[in-house]
């Protein structure tokens, strides 16, 4: 709605209310009556206000927000379809426990009490990745060939809503611009190596905690496929050997 509409619908309202004060005083001949209840409205107004645009408006932003997050959940499951689940399980071949970080994603969260706590778990965790020249190649390929599909999902501004989703795309942004600069295998350093090991470590300690909280969002709007997506992983062990 423009300025100028709006100004007008506000002078319209104020002179209705003008109007019916006027025919109060004119019927009834009780001007002190009149003015009292009309100060009575305007000392009541502030908490009007206080309510409306404060609680309730916070509430209906909220609410918004929420809304915002369940429709770009979508696109935090395109990510691991399209590329996220082969990531992950490449990276945890290559983690000192991976058989173990492996189990904490395969296990069924029912709420988001329980969600909360496994994302706790697994931040609080030393994740250490010790990537070799297979695995190296391997992610390296994998998200060079997909850099579009990336592109497109992060392109999505309602993303920054999912703060920790973000996070990870940006990790996994930062090991294109690694294996831009670093190239093939056979020219890493020890000391290249040790980095791109925290480098892959922080990516797969996201990547995990985002995975808890896509495989609620898919147990709940798409039973269905989570039970067979889940079931695969399970079969597969995340091709952890």
């Given amino acids: 709605m423009d300025r100028g509409k709006m100004r007008r619908i506000v002078l319209l309202l104020i002179a209705v209310s003008a109007l019916i004060y006027g025919l109060q005083i004119l ?5 002190r009556n009149t003015a009292f209840y009309i100060l009575q409205d305007f000392a ?3 908490v009007t206000i206080a309510i409306a645009t404060l609680v309730v408006g916070e509430l209906i932003a909220a609410q918004e927000k929420k809304e915002r997050q369940e429709k770009t959940r979508m696109l935090t499951s395109t990510f691991y379809t399209e590329l996220g689940a082969r990531l992950m399980a490449l990276i945890l071949r290559a983690a000192d426990d991976g058989a173990e970080l ?8 029912d709420c988001e009490e329980e969600e909360r706590r496994l994302r706790r778990e697994l931040s609080e965790r030393d ?10 190649e391997s992610s390296r390929k994998l998200i060079l060939d997909r ?19 973000t ?22 350093s020890e000391e290249d190596i040790r980095h791109l090991n925290e480098d892959f ?14 495989a609620r969002y898919l147990k709940e709007a798409f039973p269905n ?7 695969k992983a399970i079969q597969s062990k995340w091709n952890i050997r």
């Fill in 225 to 231: 496929y989570y039970s067979t997506a889940r079931e």
């Fill in 127 to 136: 994740i250490r990745v010790s990537i070799n020249e297979e695995i190296y």
């Fill in 44 to 46: 009541f107004m502030p």
């Fill in 27 to 31: 019927i009834f001949h009780d001007v």
């Fill in 201 to 214: 470590s922080q990516v797969l300690k996201l990547m995990l905690m985002n995975w808890v909280s896509n």
């Fill in 147 to 165: 850099r579009v599909a990336l592109l497109v999902i992060s392109s999505n501004p309602m993303l920054l809503e999912h703060e920790d989703f």
């Fill in 167 to 188: 996070d990870m795309l940006w990790g996994v942004f930062h090991l294109i611009d690694e294996f831009r600069l670093r190239g093939d295998y056979s020219r890493l």
């Fill in 102 to 109: 492996a189990s904490l994603a395969d296990r069924s969260v």
